[in-house]
């Protein structure tokens, strides 16, 4: 379903006023196409009625109303049941620490148990940070507000699989920036089987940090805001990776004032 709302500055839009809807797929052929003109209140209801050969991509909705016209991407996937199966095999001690050998094995298998060897690969990485969570310290913030909390993309390999379906992936790159936190990894592994596309996905999160900095700012009428011009005692904390306290830790703190317009 697509919908639409459309308005005028000076009137309401009648109840039977046409709006057209065109799809084009990724290589800007129009796949489907429906003019629409019962309305409720300006809002219109597009019933899109797609099929399995659709291309997977990134389709442009445009809708036509008079002289006017209005674009919106919209993502269309054709699923299909996958073919091979994807196993990661990280060491459990990668989960706490990345050292001098930073790399894992990938195995690809048929379903019926062959090694997919020597298919075309493509494996990248989708991470985001979580924070910590210590019983003992729940109002303490511990991740840092200027590294991005959104969805980063690192590509980790392109290439063959060798003649046993594995493949060594580096993981190094998602060390990059030096991340503070967990670090939830979502592995996306594409493989390319005789012209077809097969996607496997896998969940792992590492805490690649021995020990976490903790803020705990006082509750106030502003949320996390603290009024100029009065005192404020800021707590801060270090705790190993279990929440145990850290002593003997020189920290540097910094104060920013920010504002913003709107």
């Known amino acids: 379903f697509l919908n639409v709302i459309l308005s005028q500055s000076d009137r309401e839009i009648p109840d039977k006023f046409p709006l057209t809807l065109k799809l084009f797929n990724p290589k800007d052929q129009i796949v489907f196409t429906q003019v629409q003109s019962k309305n409720e209140m300006g809002l219109y209801c597009f019933k899109v009625v797609t ?54 094995s990938v195995e690809s298998k048929w379903l019926h148990g062959s090694p997919a060897a020597s298919l075309e690969a493509n494996i990248q990485a989708q991470i985001r940070l979580l924070s910590p969570e210590f019983k003992e310290y729940k109002d303490y913030s511990w991740l840092d507000p200027e590294v991005s909390k959104e969805v980063k993309t690192v590509d980790l390999f392109t290439g063959k699989l060798n003649n046993q379906g594995l493949a060594q992936v580096d993981l190094s790159p998602l060390t990059t920036g030096l991340h503070t936190g967990i670090l939830n990894t979502w592995f996306v592994t594409r493989l390319f089987p005789e012209g077809d596309i097969n996607t496997d996905y896998f969940e792992q999160n590492f805490k690649w940090f021995d020990e976490y900095v903790g ?44 504002d913003w317009n709107w």
């Open 215 to 258: 803020i705990k700012i006082p509750p106030s009428s502003y949320g996390k805001f603290l009024a100029k011009d009065r005192s404020h005692e800021i707590s801060a904390i270090v705790v190993d990776r279990n929440g145990k306290p850290v002593a003997g830790r020189e920290l540097s703190i910094q104060v920013f004032e920010v």
């Open 51 to 104: 099929n399995t050969q659709f291309l997977t991509g990134n389709y442009r909705a445009v809708f036509v109303s008079g002289a006017s016209i209005f674009e919106k991407n919209v993502r269309i996937e054709t699923i299909k049941p996958n073919r091979l199966k994807t196993n990661w095999i990280i060491p459990k001690e990668f989960e706490n620490s990345l050292g001098k050998n930073t790399k894992v």
